[in-house]
């Protein structure tokens, strides 16, 4: 199974600021199978990021994705006041699917 | 605009069962991959396990927390898949959602990918 470790917990910024979300993962994973979700309290995750680096139709291009083999990240270039949410990578890879644990982004 | 909406949640004591529904509508659900994917009050996602697409052989791959207990089926006439879920334990209690997988095509095969359209869950709690 691949575990997916995403740093940090959690992430103070004020809005206008730059995030940069970590996640690594235990072994490679082929092919760039990594999404990124986000979700905002009491509503279902939306995909952001599908093969490390491609955005989702509708996704802001305030938010990018980059990485390959075993270390990607998620970068939100200026933080608007909807974007405090939490974030979850996903790799697709190998069965079993696995999540990371999350990264909120808070509102310092 | 597709839509995805689960139902068939509810209050179950520990070794019962329930089974959700998740009808699908704005897609070819006779061709999509589709997943049940898990949250625990307060925690993070969780993959339960996904069904492939008839065309690509209509087989399950369950996560193994609840391989032998949850069984996953599709009745594409009705364009709805469902989850039964036996011997259901209290770590069970999550929110449950069914999500469709984007497609990845190589010339000689499909593979089901990240999720691109997701339900909006329902809750499933099991307590004495």
Same mark, same amino acid.
């Given at each position: ?12 910024? @004020? ?6 979300? @970590? +996640? ?5 994973? @082929? ?8 979700? *905002? ?25 980059? $990485?390959? $083999?075993?270390? &990607? ?15 979850? +990578? ?8 696995? &999540?990371?644990?999350?990264? *909120?982004?808070?509102? *310092? | ?17 329930? !089974?959700? /529904? ?7 659900? /006779?061709? %999509?991959? =589709? ?27 369950? %996560? %193994? ?6 069984? =996953? ?6 364009? #709805?898949?469902?989850?039964? =879920?036996?011997?259901?334990? #209290? ?8 999500? !469709? /997988?984007? =497609?990845?095509?190589? /010339? #000689? ?20």
């Amino acid at each position: 199974e691949i575990v997916l470790t995403q740093s940090p917990g959690t992430l103070s910024l @004020s809005i206008g600021e730059r995030a940069t979300l @970590s +996640c690594r993962a235990s072994q490679s994973v @082929s092919s760039n199978f990594l999404a990124w979700y986000q979700q *905002k309290p009491g509503q279902a995750p939306i995909l952001l990021i599908y093969r490390a680096s491609s955005r989702a139709t509708g996704i802001p291009d305030r938010f990018s994705g980059s $990485g390959s $083999g075993t270390d &990607f990240t998620l970068s939100i270039s200026r933080l608007e006041p909807e974007d405090f949410a939490v974030y979850y +990578c996903q790799q697709y890879d190998t069965s079993p699917l696995t &999540f990371g644990g999350g990264t *909120k982004v808070e509102i *310092k | 605009e597709v839509q995805l909406v689960e139902s068939g949640g509810g209050l179950v004591k520990p070794g019962g069962s329930l !089974r959700l /529904s998740c009808a699908a509508s704005g897609l070819t659900f /006779s061709n %999509a991959w =589709m997943n049940w994917v898990r949250q625990a009050p307060g925690k993070g996602l969780e993959w339960v396990g996904r069904i492939k697409s008839r065309t690509d052989g209509g087989t399950t791959d369950h %996560a %193994a927390p609840v391989k032998g207990r949850f069984t =996953m089926s599709r009745d594409d006439s009705e364009n #709805t898949l469902y989850l039964q =879920m036996n011997s259901l334990k #209290t770590e069970d209690t999550a929110v449950y959602y069914c999500t !469709r /997988s984007r =497609m990845y095509c190589s /010339s #000689t095969s499909c593979y089901g990918g990240d999720f691109d359209y997701w339900g909006q869950g329902t809750l499933v709690t099991v307590s004495s």
